[in-house]
């Protein structure tokens, strides 16, 4: 468990230098690439991480053998599955360019909005990276999507962001449920008729592929976590609520989902504590992506929390990892191997 502590301080201490540094931006870009680069040589060659390791490698074997057949929508997972056995490379080879979507477009959504990218990966990635990355292989290719996504949402541009929630769904269909985002900016009155005709039939279609979260006997402690995080996050933005009253309606409203999420998502785990714990996944990285945009817009005095904002959600994250990390009995399944090591030894 070493090597995820190991990532979350160097990630951090680049985000220092990153921000400190009079650095040029062919130097920013060489530097960030050579992080992904061993980051994905590091967290791409796992070998047998994760509680769903060996589910993988069964829905893996069922997509080879069903490559013609329609047997999910998660069409873009499904094929990369197909590609990966095509090619010889087997779990390792999907593994491994999941991991590298989940480092790309981890990286590119902060970059896009001017936030350190280091900074924010540090943040997220006790969740994000390791909880979720490690386990989760198709779902973080989905939440890297959608957080990537969200930036384009949040400049306006919602065909792009459609677009790209639509990839996402390709590799975890819960991301569909994301493109109710495009109607938060409406009226109040105007959001009958996409709730009646889009959002509640797209809500019906997730819970029919994942009802069976529902019946779930895992252990389902983590959303507790997972959302406690989110808390942290929320009385930032409402220790600061003069400021967030004058964003435009989208970052407002999103900044509004951040604030009731939490409490939704413990209200929903009395139904199914994984289906809100799979979920939970999504708003974390929202949550830390809305946050240090407005910090890098604020002015830092002493006096204000915001100033400390990053330091704040750093070591809420890493609490609740120390914790899950002592208490969770999946531990043993998310003890790091490397394949090039495993192999030699």
């Known amino acids: 468990m070493l090597i995820y502590y190991f990532t979350f301080i160097f990630l951090f201490i680049l985000g220092l230098g990153y921000q400190h540094l009079n650095l040029g931006k062919d130097s920013k870009v060489a530097l960030i690439g ?7 040589f590091i967290y791409g060659f796992r070998f047998e991480v994760g509680v769903d390791w060996f ?6 074997e069922r997509d080879v053998a069903n490559a013609l057949t329609f047997t999910t929508p998660e069409l873009g997972y499904k094929y990369l599955n197909v590609l990966s056995g095509a090619l010889g490379s087997g779990i390792h080879g999907v593994v ?14 902060p970059m896009r909005l001017g936030i350190n990218p280091f900074y924010f990966m540090a943040l997220v990635a006790p969740y994000h990276l390791v909880v979720a990355g490690m386990n989760l292989t198709s779902q973080s290719i989905a939440i890297s999507i959608f957080i ?3 930036t384009f949402l949040m400049q ?9 929630i639509l990839f996402a769904a390709l590799f975890h269909f819960s991301a569909i449920l994301l493109l109710s985002f495009l109607f938060i900016d409406f009226r109040k009155s105007y959001l009958i ?9 797209v809500v019906g279609a997730a819970f029919f592929f994942y009802g069976h979260y529902f019946e779930s006997e895992m252990e389902n402690a983590g959303v507790i976590l997972r959302v406690g995080f989110l808390f942290p996050v929320a009385l930032l933005i ?7 009253l004058k964003l435009d309606k989208i970052r407002f ?4 989902v951040t604030v009731l999420i939490g409490p939704m998502l413990l209200a929903a785990s009395l139904l199914s504590s994984t289906l809100a714990d799979r979920f939970s996944y999504y708003f974390i990285p929202l949550a830390a992506l809305l946050v240090m945009e407005q910090v890098i817009h604020s002015k830092r005095r002493p006096s204000d929390l915001m100033t400390y904002a990053s330091p704040i959600m750093f070591l809420t994250a890493v609490t609740a990892f120390v914790a899950w990390h002592v208490a969770s009995s999946y531990i043993p399944k998310y003890q790091f191997q490397h394949l090039f090591f495993a192999a030699a030894s």
Not at 253 to 256: A, I, M, N, V
């Open 55 to 60: 589910n993988y490698i069964r829905v893996y």
């Open 34 to 40: 050579c992080v992904i680069l061993a980051l994905l």
């Open 156 to 164: 306006k541009r919602k065909v792009t962001y459609a677009f790209l």
């Open 253 to 256: 409203r999103l900044c509004l």
């Open 238 to 244: 409402l220790a600061h609520k003069k400021k967030w």
């Open 193 to 201: 008729p996409p709730l009646l005709f889009i959002f509640l039939p």
């Open 96 to 109: 491994f360019v999941a991991t590298l979507m989940l480092l790309v477009f981890s990286f590119l959504a």
């Open 148 to 150: 990537y996504a969200v």
